[in-house]
C-alpha cells in the first residue's frame, strides 16, 4: 500500500533543492551529466497543436525530457507544466520525472506525448512571465474545446471573445465572423456566435497579453477550471468523480461540486488495491467519519490519482522539494514516489530573483506580433511566509475557496464576478507590452499578527502573496504601454480591469475608467505612490466625487449578495413561496441595472477629471454635479420599488418564522463568506444608500461657491435627494429597529417573543452582575420595556442564554459604589428583584445610566408592565440551570479575546460577541450613526513589527474594517471590528515619515492605514471615529421618533 502523511515540518531551510534542467535550474548552477548511452527519438505535442521530436537519452530520467521541451520554449517557470502520455493499459498517466524515460514510454514510436499545464494556481496572477500565461491561456482554450471546462453560455461566449481578440485583433463584423466559421472553439458555437461577436466589440484596443490575462482571469472563477476528473465510486455505490486542485481533494457528482476536502483537513492519503483512502484530522464539528473510502476502477487508477494528489500537495504546501526516504535494510513497505521539482514558493521565489533573461516568442494562432518586453524593473521583496505555516504541515489553506459543504461555490453557475469586462484606456501611439512582475508584501502576517481580525479566507492570508496587475506599478501588468511619459515625467499607467459589479449581458463599460479607481492590491514602493498621489487632481470636489464612486462599489456587491446570490441559493431549493421571491427579487433587480449605469458614468466623468484622454476640454468634466442630479432623478422613478423593501423585509421574517425549510436556508446562506453581514441587512441597503447620497451632495454644496459652475445643479440634486430621504424616513427608522430585534433573536436562546409591536431596541454590552460567587460577566440588553441579562454559553452555536429580565415599569436605579466597595457600581431595584451591576470604566457606566433612565422614563408612560419573555421561573431564586450558567461564564472570563478566531457554525462573530469580548457596549444611536457613516476605498495597511505597506480594498460598514485584496473581490479576506479600538495620528518616534497616516490600537495589537490624499484621511478619521467612540444620547430622540414596529 502506498501512501503519504504529512510530517510536522516541511523543511529547516527555504533554500532550493538539487535541480537539474534549464527550467528548474538555481541561479548559477549548472545541471548533472546527461546519461550516455542510444537516444531515443519522443515526440512532444505542444499546446498549440504543433508537434516537435526530441532526441533523449534512453536511461534518462523524465526530468531531462521535460526539461529539454521547456528549454525548447525558453520557459521560465516550467514547473506548472508536465508531460502526460497513455501508458501500455491506456491509462493517461504523467511522467516520472525520477524514472528512466524508456521505462515509462515502452514504444516511443507509437505514442504522443503531450505538454500540459499539470498544476493551476489559485490566482493567474502569480504566473509572472507573459510566455507563461499565454500556454495557459491556450490550456483554457483547449479545455473549452474539449468540453472539460463547463460554464454558462454568457460566460463561454466572454472567453471565446477575448481568445478571439488575441488571435485577430479588434473588432470587425466580417472578419470575426469569418474567422468563427473556420475556428470552432466551444462545442456549441454555432449558436452564441452572435454573443461572441457582441462581446468582441468591447474589447477594442486590447492587446493579445491583455486578452490572455482577462481570459483566465474569468476563467479561474469557474467551478471546472483546472479540474481532471477520475471515476470512483463511494461507501455506497454511488458513482461520483474524484479531483485534486491546489486547495484539496473535491468530489463531484457528474459536473457539480458537492464536496471539498482542504489539505488542512487532511492528515493522510494511502491507497489499498482499489481503494483510495482519505484520513481526515479530528474535528469536533464535522459529521464525516475519521477515514473516507472510495472505490476506483482499478489498482493503477487508483495510484495514478493517488500521485497526483501527492504532488499537488508539495507543490502547493511545501517550501522547498521533499527529501528521499532512506532505503530500508531489508524491506520495503508502500510506495516510494515522492514529488520532485520545485514548489510553487521556489517558482516564485526564483524568478522574483530576476535569476533569468527575457526573450521573444511568437503566438502561433496571433495575427498581432507580440514580443515579452525587455525593460524589466526590479521585483518587489517577498512577503514573509506566516510564522505558524514554518512550525506546521503545510500553509493553512483553511477552507479557501471550497467547503465541505459547498457553500462557497455555486455548483453549476458562474460567479458574478466573472461576469463584465472593462476596456482600458488606450494611447494611441505606443505599443503595450506587458512587464515584469512584483509581489505583494506583509500578506502572508495576518494570522500571527492580526489577532483581533476574523479571517474570512485563509488561503489567501497563508500563501506567499502573489502580485496584483497594478496601474501604478511598471512591472506586473499586462495593461502597461512601453513606459509612456504623461507631462509629470512619470509613466503613464493604463488599466483593464475585470469588474464584478456587471454581468456579461448588460452593456460592457466605457474605456474611459478612472485608472486611480481600477488599482488592485499589491504593494507600491513608497516612491510610486508618492509619485502617483501627485498626478491626480487636488480639488477636494474630484474626491468627494471620488468617494460616490469607491462607494457605489460597495452598493453595488452589497445588491448582488441578494439578486445573485441569495436568488441563485433560492433557485436550488423548493423553500421559498412564490409570493415572497416575486416582492424579493423583482424589486432588487431594476436597482441593480440602475446603479450598475449609474457607476459607469461616475467612472467616465472621473477618468475625464483626471484629464487622461480629453485633456483639452478637462475644464468641462471638472464637476460631478450634473451626473448626479440626472442620476437622482433617475431614483425617484424607482422610489415603488424602494418602498417594497421594508414590506419584503417583514414577509421574508413572516415567512422563516412559519417554515424551518426557509429558516434553515436562510441561515446556511449567512454562513457563506458572500454574506458579511446579516441577510436582512442587505434588504435595508438601498434606504441606507440615500442617506449617503444626501451626505455627499451636502459635503459638495459646502465646497462650492454660489458662483461655481457646479453649484446649481448640486443645490438641485441635493432638494431631490433630501425629499425622497424625507419621504422614506419613518419606514427607515422602524425598519432599522425591526431589523436589529430579529438580529439580536438569534443571537438569544430562551426568548419567547423578542419580537412584538412597540419594542425598541436600545443598548447592548458587556456588564458584571455580583452575585455569591463575586463579580460575574453577563451581556445585558436594553429595550424601552424590559432589561435583559445573558451568559454566553459554551455551545456549538455561541449564543447569549437569558437567564433573567426586570421589567422597566417601576423601576429605580441609583450609583452604590460606597454601598459595595466596587467601581462603576449601579443597584437596579425592579418591582419582583433588585440586581448590582459594574461596568468597565466610568464613561460605559455613565453610558448605561442615561440609556436606563431613558428606557424608565419610556415605560413609565406606556400603557403597563411588559409581557413575560421567559417560560422558567425568575432568576431571583436561582435554578441549576443558571448556577451552570454561572459556572459557563465564569469559564468564558478567563478564555483568550482570539476565540473570535474560531470558526463557529453559526452567530460566533456578531457584534454581540465583539462587544462581550471587548467588554464594551452599543447603542441602537450608534448602529443608526454606523449606517450613516459607511465608507471604501483603497488604503494601505502595516503592521507594528512590518517593513512594507500593503495595499488593500478596505469597506467600513457595521462597525467593522473589511479587508478585501481588491474591489473584484466577491467576499472579504478578514475583518477587523473597531470596538474598543483607540484612533490616534503615529507619534515622531514611531518614525514613519508618511503623509496621512492614521493607527488603530487596542491593547497590544497596533494597525497603521495610509490614506490617499488630505480628503480621505480626514473622511476615514470620521467614519472609524464614529466606531471608536459611541455617539451622545442628546439626539437620540430627534433622530429617532418613536418609530416602532
Not at 508502500?334 to 510553487?344: A, E, K, L, M
Not at 497596533?1006 to 490617499?1012: D, I, L, Q, S
Request: net charge neutral.
Amino acid at each position: 500500500m502506498g501512501e503519504i502523511e504529512q510530517r510536522p515540518t516541511p523543511g529547516s531551510r527555504l533554500g532550493a533543492a538539487e535541480n537539474s534542467g534549464i527550467s528548474t535550474l538555481e541561479h548559477g548552477q549548472k545541471p548533472p551529466p546527461t546519461p550516455s548511452g542510444k537516444l531515443m527519438s519522443v515526440r512532444i505535442q505542444m499546446l498549440d497543436d504543433t508537434q516537435e521530436a526530441f532526441e533523449v537519452p534512453q536511461r534518462a530520467p523524465g526530468k531531462v525530457l521535460l526539461d529539454a521541451v521547456c528549454s525548447h520554449l525558453n520557459l521560465v517557470e516550467g514547473d506548472y507544466f508536465g508531460l502526460e502520455f497513455p501508458d501500455h493499459k491506456k491509462i493517461t498517466v504523467w511522467l516520472d520525472l525520477l524514472k528512466p524515460i524508456v521505462k515509462q514510454i515502452r514504444r516511443p514510436k507509437h505514442v504522443v506525448v503531450k505538454f500540459v499545464v499539470k498544476f493551476f494556481p489559485p490566482d493567474h496572477t502569480q504566473l509572472q512571465e507573459e510566455l507563461t500565461r499565454y500556454l495557459f491561456a491556450l490550456q483554457v482554450k483547449q479545455d473549452l474545446a474539449q468540453g472539460r471546462l463547463t460554464c454558462s453560455d454568457t460566460s463561454a461566449a466572454l472567453l471565446v471573445s477575448h481568445i478571439v481578440q488575441s488571435e485577430i485583433g479588434d473588432f470587425d463584423e466580417a472578419s470575426d465572423r469569418e474567422h468563427l466559421a473556420k475556428n470552432k472553439y466551444i462545442p456549441q458555437q454555432d449558436a452564441l456566435e452572435d454573443k461572441i461577436v457582441e462581446f468582441h466589440h468591447n474589447h477594442i484596443g486590447q492587446t493579445p497579453a491583455e486578452s490572455d490575462f482577462q481570459l483566465l482571469e474569468i476563467a479561474r472563477r469557474l467551478e471546472m477550471y483546472g479540474v481532471r476528473l477520475h471515476p470512483a465510486k463511494d461507501r455506497e455505490g454511488t458513482k461520483i468523480n474524484l479531483a485534486v486542485a491546489n486547495t484539496g481533494i473535491l468530489v463531484f457528482q457528474g459536473f457539480t461540486k458537492i464536496n471539498a476536502f482542504n489539505w488542512a483537513k487532511v492528515r493522510k492519503l494511502s491507497f489499498k488495491r482499489k481503494r483510495f483512502l482519505i484520513k481526515l484530522r479530528p474535528d469536533v464539528n464535522s459529521s464525516y467519519q475519521d477515514t473516507l473510502e472510495f472505490l476506483m476502477a482499478s489498482r493503477d487508477f487508483c495510484k495514478s490519482f493517488w500521485k497526483i494528489c501527492v504532488e499537488h500537495h508539495a507543490f502547493f504546501r511545501l517550501f522547498e522539494e521533499p527529501k528521499p526516504k532512506p532505503k530500508p535494510v531489508l524491506f520495503s513497505r508502500g510506495s516510494s514516489f515522492r514529488f520532485s521539482g520545485r514548489t510553487q514558493k521556489q517558482v516564485l521565489d526564483y524568478v522574483k530573483e530576476g535569476g533569468h533573461k527575457k526573450v521573444q516568442f511568437e503566438r502561433k494562432h496571433s495575427k498581432i506580433h507580440s514580443i515579452r518586453s525587455l525593460a524589466t524593473q526590479p521585483a518587489e521583496p517577498n512577503s514573509e511566509v506566516p510564522k505558524q505555516a514554518q512550525q506546521s504541515a503545510s500553509l493553512t489553506f483553511g477552507e479557501g475557496a471550497a467547503s465541505p459543504g459547498g457553500q462557497s461555490c455555486q455548483p453549476g453557475r458562474d460567479p458574478p464576478a466573472s461576469a463584465d469586462e472593462r476596456g482600458p484606456q488606450r494611447n494611441p501611439t505606443p505599443q503595450r507590452s506587458p512587464a515584469g512582475s512584483t509581489k505583494a508584501d506583509g500578506a502572508g502576517r495576518a494570522e500571527t499578527e492580526e489577532e483581533e481580525e476574523v479571517a474570512k479566507d485563509r488561503t489567501q492570508q497563508s500563501r506567499p502573496r502573489p502580485p496584483q496587475p497594478s496601474t501604478g506599478s511598471l512591472t506586473g501588468s499586462p495593461h502597461l504601454s512601453e513606459l509612456s511619459i504623461n507631462s509629470q515625467g512619470g509613466a503613464a499607467p493604463t488599466s483593464t480591469v475585470l469588474s464584478p459589479n456587471l454581468s456579461p449581458d448588460t452593456k460592457q463599460a466605457s474605456p474611459l475608467v478612472s485608472p486611480l479607481l481600477n488599482d488592485q492590491a499589491g504593494p507600491r514602493t513608497d516612491d510610486e505612490d508618492d509619485g502617483r498621489r501627485k498626478r491626480f487632481p487636488t480639488d477636494k470636489a474630484y474626491f468627494i466625487a471620488k468617494e460616490v464612486s469607491t462607494t457605489e462599489r460597495t452598493y453595488l456587491k452589497d445588491l448582488e449578495v441578494i439578486t445573485s446570490w441569495f436568488q441563485s441559493t433560492v433557485s436550488k431549493e423548493d423553500s421559498m413561496p412564490e409570493t415572497l421571491k416575486s416582492l424579493i427579487f423583482p424589486n432588487f433587480e431594476p436597482l441593480h441595472k440602475f446603479h450598475t449605469n449609474f457607476l459607469k458614468e461616475i467612472e467616465q466623468r472621473l477618468a475625464l477629471w483626471e484629464g487622461r484622454s480629453n485633456a483639452h476640454i478637462r475644464g468641462d468634466y471638472q464637476r460631478i454635479g450634473d451626473v448626479l442630479l440626472k442620476n437622482i432623478q433617475g431614483m425617484k422613478q424607482l422610489a415603488a420599488h424602494l418602498w417594497k423593501h421594508s414590506e419584503a423585509l417583514e414577509a421574508l421574517e413572516t415567512g422563516i418564522r412559519g417554515s424551518r425549510r426557509l429558516e434553515s436556508l436562510c441561515r446556511d446562506f449567512e454562513l457563506q463568506k458572500v454574506c458579511y453581514l446579516s441577510l436582512n441587512t442587505f434588504l435595508l441597503r438601498p434606504l441606507h444608500r440615500l442617506m449617503h447620497y444626501k451626505q455627499v451632495l451636502e459635503r459638495l454644496c459646502k465646497h462650492h461657491p454660489p458662483s461655481h459652475t457646479d453649484f446649481r445643479d448640486c443645490r438641485a440634486a441635493l432638494a431631490e435627494i433630501t425629499e425622497m430621504v424625507a419621504q422614506l424616513h419613518g419606514t427607515m427608522i422602524k425598519m432599522e429597529n425591526f431589523q436589529k430585534l430579529h438580529e439580536l433573536k438569534k443571537d438569544l436562546i430562551g426568548v419567547d417573543n423578542l419580537v412584538i409591536p412597540g419594542r425598541e431596541f436600545i443598548r447592548l454590552g458587556s456588564l458584571s452582575k455580583l452575585s455569591g460567587k463575586g463579580l460575574q460577566q453577563r451581556m445585558f440588553f436594553l429595550f424601552n420595556d424590559v432589561l435583559l441579562y445573558t451568559s454566553r454559553g459554551l455551545t456549538a452555536s455561541n449564543q447569549f442564554k437569558v437567564h433573567g429580565q426586570l421589567p422597566l415599569y417601576g423601576m429605580t436605579m441609583e450609583e452604590s459604589e460606597d454601598e459595595w466597595g466596587v467601581p462603576h457600581c449601579l443597584t437596579l431595584r425592579g418591582q419582583r428583584q433588585s440586581i448590582v451591576v459594574a461596568a468597565s470604566s466610568r464613561s460605559e457606566m455613565e453610558k448605561w445610566v442615561e440609556d436606563i433612565q431613558m428606557a424608565i422614563d419610556l415605560a413609565e408612560k406606556s400603557s403597563g408592565p411588559a409581557p413575560e419573555f421567559l417560560a422558567s421561573s425568575p432568576p431571583d431564586s436561582k435554578s441549576p440551570e443558571e448556577a451552570a450558567g454561572d459556572q459557563e461564564s465564569e469559564d468564558d472570563l478567563s478564555a483568550s479575546r482570539t476565540s473570535l478566531e474560531r470558526q463557529a457554525p453559526h452567530r460566533g462573530n456578531t457584534m454581540v460577541h465583539v462587544c462581550w469580548h471587548r467588554n464594551t457596549s452599543v447603542s441602537m444611536v450608534d448602529f443608526s450613526v454606523a449606517v450613516e457613516n459607511q465608507l471604501s476605498g483603497n488604503l494601505l495597511r502595516k503592521f507594528k513589527n512590518s517593513n512594507g505597506w500593503q495595499k488593500l480594498w478596505v469597506v467600513f460598514t457595521n462597525f467593522c474594517l473589511f479587508f478585501y485584496k481588491s474591489h473584484q473581490d466577491s467576499h472579504p479576506l478578514a475583518s477587523l471590528p473597531l470596538l474598543g479600538y483607540s484612533l490616534t495620528i503615529p507619534s515622531e518616534s514611531e518614525d514613519l515619515h508618511k503623509d496621512y497616516v492614521f493607527k488603530l490600537h487596542f491593547k497590544s495589537h497596533v494597525y497603521y492605514f495610509r490614506a490617499e490624499s488630505e480628503y480621505t484621511f480626514e473622511r476615514w478619521m470620521e467614519v472609524i471615529r464614529s466606531a471608536t467612540s459611541s455617539a451622545s444620547r442628546a439626539h437620540v430622540l430627534s433622530h429617532k421618533e418613536s418609530h416602532v414596529y
